[in-house]
T-cell receptor, first 114, second 112 residues
């Protein structure tokens, strides 16, 4: 079965600083990997996804993530944080033949300070 | 515009009562899912359905039931057997290749 681990339940950065949210996955078959963002009392919005094409994936709002098979990682980065980036971020994995379901990490709450 | 509609947004129920959460999609997606979200635990899968009239248990199905009589609809019933039903519930759907998931805006259920 596949799983995802997000290191750091809370991350705080200054506005303009680098954002780095960590995600490690476990899967016995090639995975599809996703990053979602959630604002309070709302659904999830897709930031980006890895589908076995390019290992560096660019998403919306200036976010990107790099798939590193050797490290089983898919960390999310943004060069310069903005106040509007404050939200909860979820990493998720799905696999072909895995019932088409997403398995989520426990989330990382990002705080952006002035 | 296509999307997923969850209703109601907020729901209050007395302990011991069954309650049904609605989820409707007009994306022509085959698969639909129900997740439960609790602080610090991420999203956990309750039930999912890949085709009409068929569904499978997820990781935390106890105390919940679903039906999939129409492609567009996947209602979730929280029964009195669910020991701790207060949570945020999210419905999602995906296309056949499972690379495009769409989430509803959620229903916050509070049991008093």
């Amino acid at each position: 079965a596949q799983s995802v681990t997000q290191l750091g339940s809370h991350v705080s950065v200054s506005e303009g600083a680098l954002v780095l949210l960590r995600c490690n996955y476990s899967s016995s078959v090639p995975p599809y990997l996703f990053w979602y963002v959630q604002y309070p009392n709302q659904g999830l919005q897709l930031l980006l996804k890895y589908t076995s094409a390019a290992t560096l994936v660019k998403g919306i709002n200036g976010f990107e993530a790099e798939f590193k098979k050797s490290e089983t990682s898919f960390h999310l980065t943004k060069p310069s944080a903005h106040m509007s980036d404050a939200a909860e971020y979820f990493c998720a994995v799905s696999v072909t033949g895995g019932g088409n379901k997403l398995t989520f990490g426990t989330g990382t709450q990002l705080k952006v300070e002035l | 515009d296509g999307g997923i509609t969850q209703s109601p947004k907020y729901l209050f129920r007395k302990e011991g009562q069954n309650v049904t959460l609605s989820c409707e999609q007009n994306l022509n997606h085959d698969a639909m899912y129900w997740y439960r979200q609790d602080p610090g635990q991420g999203l956990r899968l309750i039930y999912y359905s890949q085709i009409v009239n068929d569904f499978q248990k997820g990781d935390i199905a106890e105390g919940y039931s679903v039906s999939r009589e129409k492609k567009e609809s996947f209602p979730l019933t929280v029964t009195s057997a669910q020991k701790n039903p207060t949570a945020f519930y999210l419905c999602a759907s995906s296309n056949r290749d499972s690379l495009n998931y769409t989430f509803g805006s959620g229903t916050r259920l509070t049991v008093v």
